[in-house]
Each structure stands twice: as C-alpha cells, then as structure tokens.
C-alpha cells in the first residue's frame, strides 16, 4: 500500500528530526517535445518543458541520497504515444534508486504508458477513465474544394502514398484504411506489452482493459489497471516538497571530461525544407509547424563532424518528411560521416524522415513511432473553376512546360508522363537508399514499402529499425560505437557560427514569409502528412 504523509501549508518547518524532504512532489503537464532549440536564444525565450530538461531532473534526484520517493502528479498531460513511452523509461530509471508514486487523476491511454514507469499507480475516487484503445479521424477536403472549383492533382507511388488524397478525395480509400487500422494495432500491442510489463499480467489480461468499458476508479483497481484509490491529501505530508522547493538541494551532477570525448545531437524536427529551418505559427496545412530546412541541418551535422570531441553522433528524428531534395541532402551528410550516427525516431519518423536516417549505424524508435511511408508523391492545386467563377483569367506567355506547375490548369497529358517518371526515379532512389543502409533487398523494401506506415513495433520486425528505446537509448549506443564512458557529455549541436549576424536572426527573418507552398521549388516529396493524430 501506498504510504505517504500528508503535505503541509508553504513555509511550514520538516517534521522534528527531518533536516531534509523525505518526499518530493514532480509535476509533469504538457507536451514534452524531447530537445531544447539548440540555437541558445531560441532556448532562452523556449518555456516549454522538454524531454531534456525531464531527464536531468530525474537524474539528480535518483542521485539525492537524503531523498526516499517521488510523488508524480499528471496534469493537463498531452504528450504523444511515443513522448509518454520516452517519459516511462525515465520514471522507470528513477523507479530503480527511489520509491516512484504516480497520481493520475485521468487514466487515458498516453497518461497510463508514462505513469507505467512508475512503482505504483494511485487514481482519485473521481477519476476520468478513457481507456478506449486507439483511434484517429481525418477530415478529406475533396468534394468541398471541388464545390469552391478547386481540384487537385494527386500523383503518387504507390498505392498506400496518401500525402495528398486529403485534399484530392472525399473519402479514405481502402488501402490507406489497411494501413492505418494496422498501425493503431501495433499502437494497442505496444501499449499492452507496455502495460502488462508493469502491472504484472499478462499481454491477454491487458487488452481486456481495452475491452472491458472501464468506468471508474475503483473499477481500474479492481480490474488491476492501478494500484489504489486516493485522493492527492492522502498521499503526501510533513516531509513532501514541490520539486521547486529542493532545487538547492540536489547536487549538480559532477561533469565529465569532455575532452575525453562527447556526443552530439542534431535535431531534425518538422517538414522536412530547403533553406534555413523555420516555424510558421500558423494552424493551417502544409503550412504550420516547424519547418527543418536542409541547410540548417546540414551545417549542424557538419559542425558536429568537424568538432573534435565530438566521437558519435545521435540524429533526432521527428519529422514527416517533406521535400526529396532536402531529405538526399540531410541523407547524404549522415552516409559520409567518419563518425558513428545513431538515428533516433520521435513521434514521427516518416518518408524523408525516414529517408535521411537509412544509412545511420544504428536506429532507435518507439513501438509508438510512425515510420515508412517509403514512397513519393506530387501534385498541385488546380484553380480553372475558381478563377473562373470569380472572373479571374490567367493569361501565358511562353513555353507550356515552363508553366506546367501553374494552378490555373490541370496537367496536360505529357506532363502528367514527365512528372509520373520523375517520381518513380525518386522512388527507385529512395528504395536502393533504404536497401543499401538497412542490408536489405530492393525487392524486399518494395514489398515493404508502396508509401505505407509502420508502428516502431512493426518496423522493428521488418528490419527497419534496430532496436526499440528512446533518445537514452541512442545516447548509450552512441557512446558504446564511439568507446565513450557511459557518461560522456552530450551536447546538442547547431550550426557553426558563420558571421557576424547570429542565425536565429535569419531564421526569424525566413520564419516572416508565407508561402502557399512550404517546399520551395520542389514538388517531388517524401512527405506524409502529420495529420495522424490518435486518441
């Protein structure tokens, strides 16, 4: 049972006999995206709680030997699948030197893959139980834009590409339905083994949880879900304080000696762009988020390379893909490196962001991970109907071909050919790539391939990966290629300062410009379109 005192009013003195907490109350509440922006700036103004930041703080308090548990208290937690199981091996790690309570007053799905890392799981009498298993919906546009007389042109390999069928149907066709109830299965197996792991059952016994309609607290007790019953007065007490509260307390932990060698981690996190990396606040497709420009990549690779301490290199995937270009330019710097380059896959590890990573020396992802999508797609908005309906009338001068990409007519016949045969190149590229890296025949990544997703899970069977962790992980089997001590320094790299104007400042000058087309000049990509949101 769980046994903790009850916390007392702040400035209230340690209980006589107690010059120290005996407890510490760690809250853990939003998104968790896993680095600090390297760009030291970007961290400055970033009030994001990160992964990063998680670990350390962890780390010091597995090392407080005045310490004897933590209570962690989930709140407004929205991390993703792959995040909360990042999240679990960090509070399993903790769970290995001090007693580990998790409060989770919602039991959703995420909420119980990172509270499973925890010794013990305590739920208030109130609590909101949503253990449906997986699910995800995506909104298809066609039929609305074809009503405003928008078409799109959707060009595709192969039939499971569904970058763009969004925008060009009205409905999911079957094989993107294949593959999506597929990989929400390997979601519910991950979270099943992740769970049975931790409540002592069996794989069978958890999916029934998924199945037996859960409605209360005492009912998640009773079925073996969790391990108590109580309210946050009942679990904390005289010698309880806020994490705040010990900040002073907990020694730094004692630094290595970088010169003996360091890791580098390069982030690659968003659509995947030539250029400069950027962000585009705005909530719209094709345009929001985070944009990895090649560029910034690329020179923060390169920095890494040169530096020299630096004796291994973790590649931090979480990125959908983007343009083709871009992805062989990243992919290219990552295959030359003299130094060993672990990949690690974040939430998302798709098309391009797959694509860079295949000759890494070894690749890391969640059994949450969305990765695959080898495949390749191009298209463009077609306007003939809307411009006329509201008088618009485009007028050209010139070469067709040098227009073929224009919005205001469909692809000619010809063009239609051209473009279809400059995909299958970038295909046949991208398979001979994934063949090449991951030992495998282009044959066998064909078959495996046609543009569809796979869980971490899955991948890890078909041999697209190599072994399934988090970004710990990777740093551990980044040090054991390099010969590193298993606590070399880790340091996260961008580029190379290259004048007198800092890079944020361009990065923030690119971030100012909108465009209705985030990929530049390429209309080739290895793109899957992050609008798979699961519930």
Known sequence: MVNIPFLPRSGDPLPDGVTRPTWVILDLHGSYPARQPSNPIQA??????????????????????????????????????????????????????KRVVAFLPQLTMTGLIAAS??????????????????????????????????????????EYKAALTRYSQDHMDDANREQLTAYLHGLESAWARDLAAARGVSEDVARTWLTGDLTSAHGAREA?????VAYEDDLIGPGTRPMAAVLDLLMPKKPSNPKAGRVAVVSLVGTIVTGKSRNNPLPLPLLGGPQAGSDTVVA????????????????????????????????????????????????????????????AKHVVASPYTLTGSIGVVSGKPVLRDFNARHGLRPEAVGRERALMYTASRPFSEDEREHVKRGISEVYDRFI???????????????????????????????????????????LARARELAGLPHDAPVWNAAPAKTGPFPEFAQEAADAARVSVWPFGRERVLTWFDQEVKVR
């Not at 010091?60 to 999240?87: C, D, M, N, Q």
């Not at 995800?136 to 039929?143: A, R």
């Not at 073996?224 to 108590?228: H, Q, T, V």
């Open 224 to 228: 073996g879900l969790i391990d108590r």
């Open 300 to 359: 923060a690779l390169r920095h890494a390379k040169k530096d020299k301490t630096t004796k291994a290199i973790v590649l931090y995937v979480d990125s959908g893909g983007g343009s083709a270009l871009a992805s062989d330019l990243i992919w290219r710097e990552v295959a030359t490196s003299d130094k060993p380059v672990v990949a690690v896959m974040g939430e998302y590890a798709a098309s391009g962001g797959y694509y860079v990573l295949t000759h």
């Open 117 to 158: 890392g925890a010794r013990e799981v305590v739920s208030p009498e109130s609590a909101d139980v949503m253990v449906p298993g997986f699910g995800l919906e995506q909104t298809f546009l066609g039929e609305f834009l074809r009503k405003s007389g928008i078409e799109f042109e959707n060009l595709r390999i192969r």
């Open 44 to 97: 400055l103004l970033n009030r994001t709680e990160t992964l990063e930041a998680l670990e350390a703080r962890a780390e010091k308090l597995r090392g407080a030997e005045w310490l004897h548990g933590v209570l962690v208290r989930f709140s407004e937690f929205t991390a993703s699948p792959a995040t909360a199981h990042a999240i679990r091996g960090i509070l399993s790690r903790l769970a290995g030197e």
């Open 432 to 474: 001979s790539r994934v063949a090449e890296g991951r030992k495998l025949t282009t044959e066998r990544v064909n078959e495996i391939g046609r543009g569809r997703i796979w869980s971490g899970l899955d991948a890890l069977e078909l041999g697209l990966i190599d072994e399934l962790g988090d970004l710990q992980t990777g």
